[in-house]
């Protein structure tokens, strides 16, 4: 079995499924612009999965803290979404996105996707090994989430929760308190690094 599938099978034997917070079930995730740095499909690595950490055919991961984002996709009566696509996107180490617009005296690191996609199965998890958000200039460390399912569509974002730099950040001051933690990441330790469970509701 290809490792991706491998590391896929093990989130989802590990994800708890017992119960939903009640904050979850209160309101569709809110939604966020997509920002200008989108990657477009020319832009983004032929290995486009879910493992942003890893290139295939590199040797070296890429740099910064390995973290796990993972989830489920679930509908406005807090059922399961089947066969929705879900994309995150955000800067490396560095703070640079993975764009042609983007720059930075760091340089890109070449061994960080980027950009990586999964789709649901009938339980509706999502997961993703990437990396702790950083800085990127005029940000607080976020990252940049979109989900297609049905003809809906979400585009959204991930804070890192009590970050110093949250509240001075336009886009996190502009949500309720309910919708800052809807899209907070907490962190516990899991056996692959730290991880983080966010639900989207659609």
Avoid at 76 to 91: F, N
Wanted: aromatic share 10%.
């Amino acid at each position: 079995m290809p490792l991706n599938r491998r590391f896929f099978l093990s989130l989802l034997a590990a994800l708890p499924f017992s119960g939903l917070a009640k904050a979850a079930l209160a309101q569709r995730t809110p939604a966020a612009m997509e920002g200008p740095f989108y990657p477009t499909g020319a832009m983004r690595f032929a290995d486009a999965d879910n493992n942003l950490v890893r290139i295939s055919g590199l040797v070296r991961d890429a740099g910064g803290e390995v973290i796990i984002l993972k989830g489920r996709v679930l509908d406005r009566a807090g059922a399961p979404v089947a066969d929705a696509r879900v994309e995150i996107w955000q800067c490396d180490v560095n703070g640079v996105y993975l764009h042609t617009r983007s720059r930075s005296q760091g340089g890109y690191d070449d061994a960080f996707q980027g950009f990586g996609h999964v789709v649901t199965g009938a339980d509706g998890v999502y997961a993703f090994r990437t990396i702790r958000p950083t800085v990127y200039p005029g940000r607080t460390p976020h990252i940049h989430v979109k989900v297609f399912a049905d003809g809906d569509e979400l585009t959204t974002q991930f804070y890192l929760a009590d970050h110093p730099l949250n509240d001075g950040d336009r886009l996190y001051r502009s949500m309720s308190a309910t919708e800052r933690e809807a899209v907070s990441m907490r962190f516990s330790p899991g056996a692959d690094g730290p991880e983080t469970v966010i639900d989207i509701k659609l």
